[in-house]
């Protein structure tokens, strides 16, 4: 049980382009969603956690106008990143909660090269 | 500032042996610290925690050590597995975020 899929599993696209991830939890009904973002070599970094239904709380230094974050429903989020750059390539993993930051169920992530 | 660090980027042991993974954190605000396996290609999955008011909690093979006071935590395995190979995450938290540390790859040799 606690299966989180992530779709696509990667994605090149064109600098200038909007890129969307979908998270979604298989087997549970997931309250809280997470995602981070994770460079080489490096640890996950929290960009946003969303709640079903409410707007997503963004970590400090993250743009909510580019990386757009819909929890719609208690099985599905997404993140989209708007006018994508070379910069923004890099590994999104999402993870989803049925209570909160203590029981979180990662997704396979998705690799996100932009050209 | 990393406030989760993990020093050694990678592990290598025999299979049979006790694998010891560290990790160091600054925050004194955590109270509540995780360790996560990752495999390539796959999702961090949950391993093993430990709450700031126990010093050891163990679970099979697996053993998670904290020292408050010099603010560091480890992992125990014992006895190492081949499929034990995989990269290991400790997390802390204070209760709002979870706060990863950079990971260490681990490797058991057969």
């Known amino acids: 049980g606690a299966v989180v899929s992530q779709h696509p599993s990667w994605v090149i696209c064109k600098s200038g382009t909007s890129v969307k991830i979908e998270c979604r939890s298989l087997?549970?009904?997931?309250?809280?969603m997470f995602w981070y973002r994770q460079f080489p070599k490096q640890s996950l970094m929290l960009m946003a956690t969303?709640?079903?239904?409410?707007?997503?709380?963004?970590e400090q230094g993250v743009e909510k106008d580019k990386f757009l974050i819909n929890h719609a429903s208690l099985t599905l989020s997404t993140l989209t990143v708007t006018s994508a750059h070379p910069e923004d390539s890099s590994f999104y993993i999402c993870?989803?909660?049925?209570?909160?930051?203590?029981?979180?169920?990662f997704g396979p992530g998705t690799r996100l090269t932009v050209t | 500032d990393q406030q989760v660090k993990q020093n050694s980027p990678s592990l290598s042991v025999q299979e049979g042996r006790i694998s010891i993974l560290n990790c160091d954190y600054t925050?004194?605000?955590?109270?509540?610290f995780l360790w996560y396996k990752k495999y390539p290609a796959e999702g961090p999955t949950f391993l093993i925690s430990?709450?700031?008011?126990?010093d050891k909690n163990e679970d099979g093979r697996f053993t998670v050590f904290l020292n408050k006071s010099a603010k560091h935590l480890s992992l125990h395995i014992v006895p190492s597995q081949p499929g034990d190979s995989a990269v290991y995450f400790c997390?802390?938290?204070?209760?709002?975020?979870?706060?990863f540390g950079e990971g260490t790859q681990l490797t058991v040799n057969p």
């Open positions: 087997d549970f009904q997931a309250t809280t």
């Open positions: 969303s709640n079903e239904g409410s707007k997503a709380t963004y």
């Open positions: 993870s989803a909660s049925p209570s909160g930051i203590y029981e979180q169920y």
């Open positions: 430990i709450s700031s008011i126990k």
């Open positions: 997390a802390a938290t204070s209760g709002s975020r979870l706060t």
């Open positions: 925050n004194s605000m955590f109270d509540y």
